[in-house]
C-alpha cells in the first residue's frame, strides 16, 4: 500500500461506497417487482420509454430498470443479480471498465446496462472474443430481454441469427437453463439478414465482425446494403483481449494483387540456408530480423541480380518476408497448418493471447505468402488494401464504451490513455480462498516436464481435477503425448479441437478429471466443481474436499495478466482451488530476457534438472522480463495508434464524402453516382497503398535526424490534399464525358461539382460555403468559396 492510499484511503473502495445508495434503492424495489405479472413487468419497458421521452434521464430511471431486470432473471434463469453485479452493472452503464473475478457472472452483470442503455432505441452492440461466445450469450441472456419485450440479435461471419423463443417450437428451454453456460442451444436461434440482427435492440458479436461490417459497409454502392445503424453504446467482454491484446494488428479488407506466387517460392528456398548472426540478426525481444552484408551477399549471389542496387522495393520487402517466416514465425506456435474448405491445406494464424485460430485473417506485407511458401501449401495472391482500421480507432466511433474482465487493472494506464476508460475494481460475491503458490523453477525444460507429469499423476490418483495450461499448441500435443505414455487420461484443448471447447472445459471440474488446454482456457465457461451442469451435491463436495481444481501452468507468459487468467479457473465464487506455475530456465521468457545467469547459479549449486527451486531473486527476474515485454508490446501499440490516427483524419472524410453520394439520389441520377463511387473507391485503395509504401520509406529518414512519424503526417497531408483535388477533378471529368446531367439541389452539396462544364454554376458570395462541396482536409468541412481550391476548374468558372 502506497503512502498516498494510507493518508487519502483507496480511491476504488471510496469509488463502490459512493454506489451504496443507489444499490439500496434497487434492492427496495425488489418487492414491488415480484408482485408484477409478466405482462406488467414486460410493460415496464413501454413505461421507461415514454419517461425519457419526457426529458428524464437514463440516470434517473436506473434503480427501476435494473431492478425489472433482475427480476427477469429470477423468472427466466432462476438467476438473480447479486449486489456485486449490480454494482458491475453501474459501472458499465457509466462507460468504465468493471474489473470482476472469474465466476463472478459478468454475462449476467452486461445484462443490466444493456437493458437500460436499449431503452434510447438506438442499439446496444454486447462485443465477445468468439462466435461461439457471442451465439451462446444472445440465446442464454436473450430470455431476459424478451421476458422485457425487447429484441436480440447476433452478428457471425456468415449470416445473422434473432432470438425467437417459439422458432422450431423447441422443447428444450429447461434443457437450456442446465447447459447454457457452455453450450449453445441452436433451437432458438433463427436465421436473419445481418440487417435485421443490427435493428435488434440488442446485438452479440465478435469484435472483428463488427469492425469489418463497418469497413464492408463503406464499401457498398446502395444505402439499403448498409448492415450497421450506427455506433451509440458497446459493452466489451474480456476487454484487454479486445481492446490491448489484438490491437496490434488492424483489420484489413483484401483484394488480389498481381499474383507473385514463383518469387515466394524462389526467395524461399534462397533465404532457407543462410545462417543466424553471420547472415542475419535476430532480436526475439523486439522481434526483428535484418539481413547482414554477408547475407546480402549470398542473396545477390543466388538471385543473379542485386535487388538492393536496382532498388526493387518489391522484392527487397518479400525477402524480408521470407526471412522473417524462417526465424519469427514458428508452425503450432504461430500458426497451424489445416486442411482448406477448397481442398488442399492452408496456414491460419493463431492468436498468441487467447490461442484460437483467427480464421479469415492474413499477416499482410507479404509475410503469408512467405509462409504459406515455406510450408509447401497452395499460396494466394498477395493481397491489395481496399480498407483499413484499427481496433482503437474503430472503437472511438461509439458515444460510449464500457468493458469486463478478470484482469483490467494491470493495463489501467493504457486504458485511460488511449480510451479514456477508468478501471473500477468490482468486490467479490463470496471472499476468494484460493491458494496460490510459489512458482516451481527448474534448470532444464525437460526436468520441467518429468515434475508436471509426476504432479498430475499425484493429484490425479486422488481423484483431485487437473488443468495444465500450455503457451503453445505444440507444447499442448507434446505435453498430451507423455500423459499417454504415462498411462493418464486426459481431455485436450487446442486450436486444432476448438468446436468442443465449451464442453471440455466445462467438465473440467469432475472428479479425476485432466484437462490440458492453451491460453484458450482462460476465457469465456465458468468451471464447476463436480462438473456442469450443476445437479450432482454429492461430486461437487467430494472435489471440494479433494481440494477443488488445481491449475497448473507449464510456463509463464509474456504478459502477466494471461498468467492471471488462467489461475483464475480455480477458486470461483469462494471455491477451493490451488494453482502453481512450473518454470524452466530453457523457457523462451527466461532464455531471452537474462535465464543464463541464473542457470549459471543452479550449475554452481549442483541442482538436479528435475528438482524444483524456489527462490524469490528468480521470481523478481520473471516478473520484471514481464514488465519489460509489456511495455515492448505497449509502444508497439502505440506507435500503430501514432499512424493510423493520421490515416483516420482521411478515413473520416473520404467515408463522409462517399456517404454524400448514396444519400443524395435525389440529385445526381445512378450513372453519375455509379461514376463518383468508381472514382473514389479507386482513388482511395490507391491512396492506402501509397500510405503504406511512404510509412516504410519515411523509417529511413530517421538516419538523418527527422523524426519518422512527423514526415509521415507532413507527406500524408500533402498527398491528401492531391488526392482530394484529383477527385474532385476526375469525378467532374468523368461525368462530363458521360455526357450525364446531375440535378441541381436546393442545399450546397458535394455532388454539385460534378455538373461539368455545360450546367450554369449557383452564384455563392465569397464568404458563402463554396456549392461545389469540396472538403478541407484540415477541419473535415466545407471551403468557403473563396478559400476552394477548384477555383479556376472548369465547374467554377463564368
Known sequence: MSILTKIFGDPNE???????????KINALEPVMQALSAEELKQKTAEFKERLKKGETLD???????????????????????????????????????QMRTGEGKTLTATLAAYLNALEGKGVHVVTVNEYLAKRDMVWMGQIFGALGLTTGCITGASGYVYDENFKNAPEDAKRDEVGSYKVIEDFLKP?????????????????EFGFDYLRDNMVVDLGQMVQRGHHFAIVDEVDSILIDEARVPLIISGQAEDATEKYRQFTKVVAPLNRDE?????????????????????????????????????????????????????????????????????????????RMLAGRRWSAGLHQAVEAKEGVKIQAESLTLATITFQNYFRLYEKISGMTGTGITSAEEFHKVYGLDVAVIPTHRPM?????????????????????????????????????????????????????????????????????????AQAGRVGAVTIATNMAGRGVDIILGGSPQNDPEASRKVTELGGLHVIGTERHDARRIDDQLRGRAGRQGDTGSSQFFVSLEDDLMRIFGGDKIKSIMNALKVPDDEPIAAGMISSALESAQGKIEGFNFDARNHLLEYDDVMNKHREIIY???????????????????????????????????????????????????????????????????????????????????????????????????????????????????????????????????????????????
Not at 300 to 323: F, K
Open 433 to 505: 480462498v484460493r491458494k496460490d503458490l510459489q512458482d516451481n523453477i527448474f534448470k532444464t525444460e525437460e526436468g520441467k516436464y518429468q515434475a508436471v507429469i509426476r504432479e498430475i499423476k499425484e493429484k490425479n490418483e486422488k481423484g483431485q481435477p487437473v488443468l495444465v495450461g500450455t503457451k503453445s499448441v505444440e507444447k499442448n500435443e507434446y505435453l498430451s503425448k507423455l500423459l499417454s505414455v504415462s498411462g493418464v487420461k486426459h481431455q485436450m484443448l487446442n486450436a486444432k479441437n476448438h468446436e468442443r471447447e465449451g464442453e471440455i472445459i
Open 60 to 98: 434517473d430511471l436506473l434503480p427501476e430498470a435494473f431492478a425489472t431486470a433482475r427480476e427477469a432473471g429470477k423468472r427466466t434463469l432462476n438467476q438473480r443479480h447479486f449486489d456485486v453485479q449490480l454494482i458491475g452493472g453501474i459501472v458499465l452503464h457509466q462507460g468504465k471498465i468493471a
Open 192 to 208: 436473419a439478414e445481418k440487417k435485421a440482427a443490427y435493428a435488434t435492440d440488442i446485438t452479440y458479436g465478435t469484435n472483428n
Open 279 to 355: 547472415d542475419y540478426v535476430l532480436d526475439e525481444k523486439l522481434k526483428a530480423v535484418t539481413f547482414t552484408e554477408e547475407g546480402q551477399n549470398k542473396v545477390v549471389l543466388r538471385l543473379g541480380q542485386d535487388p538492393w542496387a536496382q532498388n526493387d522495393v518489391a522484392s527487397t520487402h518479400q525477402l524480408e518476408a521470407a526471412l522473417k517466416a524462417k526465424t519469427l514465425f514458428l508452425k503450432d506456435r504461430d500458426y497451424v497448418v489445416k486442411s482448406s474448405p477448397s481442398g488442399g491445406n492452408e496456414v491460419v494464424i493463431i492468436d498468441e493471447f487467447t490461442g
Open 656 to 798: 463522409k464524402k462517399r456517404l454524400a453520394f448514396l444519400e443524395n439520389k435525389e440529385s445526381m441520377d445512378q450513372t453519375a453516382q455509379f461514376i463518383s463511387l468508381k472514382v473514389l473507391d479507386n482513388l482511395w485503395q490507391e491512396h492506402l497503398s501509397n500510405m503504406e509504401h511512404m510509412r516504410d520509406s519515411v523509417r529511413l529518414r530517421a538516419y538523418g535526424g527527422k523524426d519518422p512519424l512527423v514526415e509521415y503526417k507532413n507527406e500524408g497531408h500533402r498527398m491528401f490534399s492531391e488526392l482530394l483535388a484529383a477527385m474532385d477533378f476526375e469525378i467532374a471529368d468523368n461525368i462530363s464525358r458521360a455526357g450525364t446531367e446531375v440535378h441541381q439541389h436546393t442545399q450546397p452539396k458535394f455532388v454539385q461539382n460534378l455538373a461539368g462544364q455545360n450546367s450554369a454554376p449557383p452564384q455563392a458570395g465569397r464568404y458563402d460555403l463554396c456549392p461545389c462541396g469540396s472538403i478541407n482536409p484540415e477541419t473535415g468541412e466545407v471551403y468557403k468559396y473563396k478559400k476552394c481550391g477548384l477555383i479556376g476548374a472548369p465547374y467554377h468558372k463564368k
Open 14 to 24: 471510496k469509488f463502490i461506497k459512493s454506489l451504496k445508495p443507489i444499490i439500496e
